[in-house]
């Protein structure tokens, strides 16, 4: 990919790649808050994986105590800021408040964005390390599993270091989740805070190849596997490796990477997968310019996993929807490019396993889509030799875990986040990973905690 | 269409609705264009001896969000000269013959001065007068407005001293600012009142400001108490409307005022005994047009109520207020609580819990949050159905009483005749 002149396709691009939600204003935001009811023991809290106090931190912009706000929302999600703009709150918090029975819900993750971005905005530093207790533990991974568990144990008082074999600290939130969803910004500052609790990030360090999990385990006292998943699998047909066959993951990351090419602008291309990493991949593409932007799902849209506002979303965005449709084989020119995708119309079937209706192919039903680029979206690869250098137990990658103690097969060894999610639960949400890190920082503080703190 | 026409000791206007005498009766060009958007009287600007007003003169409090709650000012009298106040009434007048002007005055206590502005004003064409015995700021610092509203023989005295040179009905404007208003409603009807209004405003400081300490609102770093008014203000002016209503001695039609934002309140006022009302803090809110939903929704009240004219709800309901101690002590209402239209925002729950008497419980039924009230702990003191923010979900209910009804007077009454 060529990096383009700034002219004006380079100006439309980086637009279409801004925030799309604007921030509330303040009187917004203090009419809003002052609709909240302040309910008790309200069923938001309860939504929500982290249990943020919400009718609390809501009560305090209405009030004009941002520093409270901020403060109660990132005590207990310290990727809060990331939250407010990523979480399907419709399906937590809002799908929880009571006044969904009355009029209509408040925006809390939009009230959760404006008392962020005013802790982003002052960079206030809200919360500080506890002195050294002489322990430290190592986390494997910068993603919002491994930042959470990081900033819970320096503040409670261990020295933290994290390997991370990207070049930025963030995981999903730098890499995974479109631009103009979270921008960049956020998750750097969201970083920043918790490297000014002196927590030592690592990047560009893979466990495994610059340290290996046998070191690693030497030098700590504990250890977090936070690695998330890798790669989208192959998809196991014909022609994936002609050019214009992309990774929805790899496709993303370059989005959020930058600069913004032109190389997709005019083109039609097929997105295969219906989950929310293919929605993020499809809208990218209509934001990087493609004429044509179409998603093959092998099941229908009751089957699909992508939130129902992502749904929409990509919808709005101009995006098509091909139900019953899988690939069959990619096809390509002479020159390795690929041209086409042949496919198959596909019936739902008995209910397999997992309780949904398995797809099966109508006979002689194959055609051929003209598209001129293929993004893979079917779900993402586990890092199974890295478990496996940890030699933890694991069932199809997804890290075995003690639900209690977080603890896996090696009692040293905890685990959270992506990394134990798994096996047909469809994806797990950032929050989720977030709380999870917090829960193995817990853990590890009752492991580790000298007998004479308890008593 | 119900008649909406008012004659209040004798000034007649074509509705209830009056401006009070404040900033928006300064001047003719404002009287008129309230009379074109249908308001039926103004009690123009307080007139009197030339005065001075300062700059930064009103604030407002705002309540979660919603602004003017109250409202609170520091300017005084019409710092107009009276010349210039008289020509324009005169003007006004000719152009509205039909609508109600009435003269708000303010001298120092002195027959002869009382004598001089009555006469000029009523050579002007004024409906009737009102003496400004309420001003809380300023003025009273020089024994004008509330200093002398406040003691009955100066308002008794003043009010004679202007029924001796008056030929227009005379209204009496009283002070909040005082332990027990009927005091001074009775003074104003001994020296011959044609009638009282109330309530003036309130004594008050709007707020400090949290970065620079100052007051709200400050004059150049400095502040001074002002008068208190608006929606906040109207259940303390509503209830000294009804003592005075249903106060033998006051024997005199109430012109009301406080708080009044649309024609419910005024309704209410009326309901309490006020023969008409007076607003402002509302137009200065919204603006004139507002008195366009206030005439419109109380002729639609009345028709629904079967009413042909609004003197038929004067003081309705003045014999429903009474005093404490002939409230019937058996009579009995609970809530009830319908888990159908509940969203289980708990607050109910909470507000019994915390500051009252324990006595709704949370409990689940087949997984769905249920809210019960616990009747014999429930004393009916309506908080839960007050702090309830859905219609219907808490209803507070009458339980038929096993024994006959008994004031606590009744009781006294009745321990004493056994005691003896």
Known sequence: ?455 | MADLHINLAGIKSPNPFWLASAPPTNSGYQVQRAFEAGWGGAVWKTLGEPILNVSSRFAAVSYNGQRVAGFNNIELITDRPLEVNLQEIYETKKKFPNHAIIASLMVEPKQEKWHEIVKRVEDVGVDGLELNFGCPHGMAERGMGSASGQVPELVEKQTYWVKEAARTPVIVKLTPNITDITVTAEAATRGGADAVSMINTINSLAGVDLDSWNTVPHVAGKGAHGGYCGPAVKPIALNMVAECARNPLVNVPISGIGGISNWQDAAEFILMGATGVQVCTAAMHHGFSIVEDMIDGLNNYLDDKGLASVMDLVGRSVQRYSNWGDLDLNYKIVAEINNDVCINCNKCHIACEDTSHQCIDLYTEDGRPMLKVREEDCVGCNLCSIVCPVDGAISMVERPSTIPPMTWNERQTLISSLSK
């Open chain 1, 1 to 455: 990919m060529v990096p383009i002149q700034e002219n004006a396709m380079t100006i439309q691009l980086r637009h279409n790649f801004m925030e799309l939600k604007a921030k509330m204003t303040k009187n917004e935001a203090i009419e809003e808050a002052n609709r909240c009811l302040y309910c008790y023991d309200a069923p938001c809290i309860k939504a929500c994986p982290t249990s943020i106090q919400i009718p609390n931190f809501i009560k305090k912009i209405a009030s004009g105590n941002m520093k409270g706000s901020a403060t109660t929302i990132l005590e207990a999600n310290p990727i809060g800021a990331s939250c407010a703009r990523v979480c399907p709150t419709e399906e937590l918090c809002e799908g929880a408040c009571v006044l969904n029975s009355s009029t209509k819900p408040i925006k809390i993750g939009e009230l959760q964005r404006y008392a962020t971005d005013w802790a982003m905005e002052t960079n206030a530093q809200l919360f500080k390390p506890s002195p050294h207790n002489g322990q430290k533990v190592a986390i494997i991974g910068a993603g919002p599993a491994g930042l959470s568990a990081a900033r819970e144990l320096s503040r409670l008082g261990y020295q933290v270091t994290i390997y991370e074999a990207e070049t930025k600290a963030g995981g999903l939130g730098s890499y995974g989740i479109v631009a103009f969803r979270l921008p960049n910004d956020v998750v750097d500052w969201e970083v920043g805070q918790i490297k000014q609790l002196g927590v030592n990030i690592q990047t560009n360090t893979t466990v495994g190849v610059d340290i290996s999990a046998a070191e690693i385990l030497a030098q700590y006292d504990s250890v977090i596997l936070a690695v998330g998943m890798g790669a989208v699998p192959n998809l196991g047909i014909d022609g994936e490796d002609l050019e214009g066959v992309h990774d929805a993951i790899e496709f993303i990351r370059k989005t959020k990477m930058g600069p913004l090419t032109n190389d997709i602008v005019g083109k039609r291309i097929a997105v295969i997968g219906a989950g929310n990493t293919a929605i993020d991949g499809a809208t990218s593409a209509v934001r990087l310019g493609a004429d044509n932007v179409q998603i093959l799902y092998r099941r229908t849209q009751k089957e699909m996993t992508a939130y129902k506002f992502e749904y929409e979303f990509a919808k709005q965005d101009g995006v098509e929807f091909k139900w019953l449709t899988a690939p069959k084989k990619i096809i390509g020119n002479k020159a390795g490019k690929m041209t086409g995708i042949e496919c198959v119309k596909m019936q739902l079937g008995e209910a397999g396993p997992d309780g949904r209706q398995r797809p099966e192919e109508v006979k002689g039903s194959n055609f051929i889509i003209e598209v001129d680029a293929v993004i893979k979206a079917i779900g993402q690869t586990r890092f199974v030799s890295l478990i496996e250098a940890f030699g933890l137990a694991h069932t199809n990658g997804v890290v075995d875990i003690d639900e209690t103690t977080m603890q896996t097969s090696n009692d040293k060894v905890f685990a959270c986040g992506d990394v134990v999610f798994g096996n047909g639960q469809g994806e797990a949400m950032v929050v989720t990973a977030v709380q999870q890190g917090k829960d193995a920082a817990y853990k590890i503080h009752e492991c580790l905690r000298k007998p004479s703190e308890i008593a």
